[in-house]
């Protein structure tokens, strides 16, 4: 989207045809944060709207003599706001231009959760390389979306089926050391798992 401003007269001896941008834009600049300067255009002698760099030397001498200036707009890109949200914390805010794309913050992070997913306020679903890809026309906010890490009860037993100790472990967590028992006349040689796979060294397991 682009917005045109209020008409700039400038004088015909302040506009050099054959280079147009170094002499001309230094009178625009970026009217806000949410406006970004574009290009300018001016008007011909037939009072049609045309773009200033097609503007040619033989017309410029012509409307130079005719009316002893141009008459100009200064046409601008509009910008829009996007925001990334955690729950209702805001982790970034940024304008984002049409010919632009979007700067999708680091990976959020929530105690005991898994990011999945970005969501928008219409619940449509983004990762953070369709976010980027995406032409953003309109102010837009994506909340981050989480899943909880799944805890799991871990038993330790010995000989008779004795369960001596037991651990909550989240996915993706080690095992906690603890004492192992000790039985007169014997040592613990190996674990075993409930398939009777052999496990050397259970504090070195990661619970998946």
Sequence with gaps: MVIITKTTFISANDVNPKNKKTSVNKIAGNKSESEKFSHWTYEGLAGETKLLSDLGEDEFKEIAMTRGHLLLNAVYKNGHTVQFKNDE????????FDDENVSVPNEPVKEYHRFLYWEDENGNTYSNEEIISLVVSEDMIFIAVFEEIPVYAVSFETYADFEFASQSIRENEFLTEFAI?????????????ESGNKIDNIFCVKIL
Excluded at 181 to 192: A, I, M, N, Q
């Design 181 to 193: 028992p000790e039985r007169e006349g014997s040592k613990v040689l190996y674990w075993t798992d």
């Design 89 to 96: 914390s805001l982790i970034d805010s940024q304008i984002v």
